[in-house]
């Protein structure tokens, strides 16, 4: 159990587009769901906190006006990559928190963003 | 917010010898502290975890300590194995819930 799928895996688009990143928990409710950025051969950097039915929570420096979070339902989030830039190419990785008194966190294989 | 600082960045054993790695954190308020492996191009996976009312946590060939006063946690692998060499990440969260800093990971080796 506990299966977190990201779509799509890879993406190539046109500098100026947007490009939406689903994550969903495929057995298991998620009221929180996290987005973090992975450059090569560097850590996760945690972009933001995305809860069901609210707005999300940006850390400092991501702006939330280019990076759209919904978390619509318990079991989707998305990341609005929005006027992509090459400099927003990277690995985009979700994950999800099971439970409510346990603080496991699953991780989506990611995305691969490419912006020409 | 808080900060997880990891050492080594990188770490080449021989096969059978053992691996520690250390991490620091500096909110006192951290209560769960998990540790990821991340192989190449795959996404990171839970591979122990502790939380703040235990000292230490045994699975097999892998333990982790924690030390709650220095504000600093370790994994241990033992016996290393090829099938063992990745990224490992360790993690801080404070409270149920709420987000996870990740440590800048160790780059581990295990040498045939």
């Known amino acids: 159990g506990a299966v977190v799928s990201q779509h799509p895996s890879w993406v190539i688009c046109k500098s100026g587009t947007s490009v939406k990143i689903e994550c969903r928990s495929l057995d298991f409710q998620a009221t929180t769901m996290f987005w973090y950025r992975q450059f090569p051969k560097q850590s996760l950097m945690l972009m933001a906190t995305?809860?069901?039915?609210?707005?999300?929570?940006?850390e400092q420096g991501v702006e939330k006006d280019k990076f759209l979070i919904n978390h619509a339902s318990l079991t989707l989030s998305t990341l609005t990559v929005t006027s992509a830039h090459p400099e927003d190419s990277s690995f985009y990785i979700c994950?999800?928190?099971?439970?409510?008194?346990?603080?496991?966190?699953?991780f989506g294989p990611g995305t691969r963003l490419t912006v020409l | 917010g808080e900060n997880v600082e990891q050492h080594p960045s990188t770490l080449s054993v021989q096969e059978g010898d053992s691996a520690v790695i250390k991490c620091t954190y500096s909110?006192?308020?951290?209560?769960?502290f998990p540790w990821y492996k991340q192989e190449l191009g795959k996404r990171p996976q839970l591979i122990i975890d502790?939380?703040?009312?235990?000292g230490e946590k045994k699975d097999q060939r892998i333990a982790v300590t924690l030390n709650k006063t220095a504000k600093h946690f370790s994994l241990h692998i033992t016996e290393t194995q090829p099938e063992d060499s990745a990224v490992y990440f360790c993690?801080?969260?404070?409270?149920?819930?709420?987000?996870?800093?990740f440590g800048t990971g160790t780059s581990l080796t295990v040498i045939p």
């Open positions: 994950s999800a928190l099971r439970g409510s008194s346990y603080n496991e966190q699953f």
């Open positions: 993690a801080a969260s404070i409270s149920f819930g709420n987000q996870f800093y």
């Open positions: 995305s809860n069901e039915g609210s707005k999300a929570t940006y």
């Open positions: 502790i939380r703040s009312n235990v």
């Open positions: 909110d006192s308020a951290s209560n769960y």
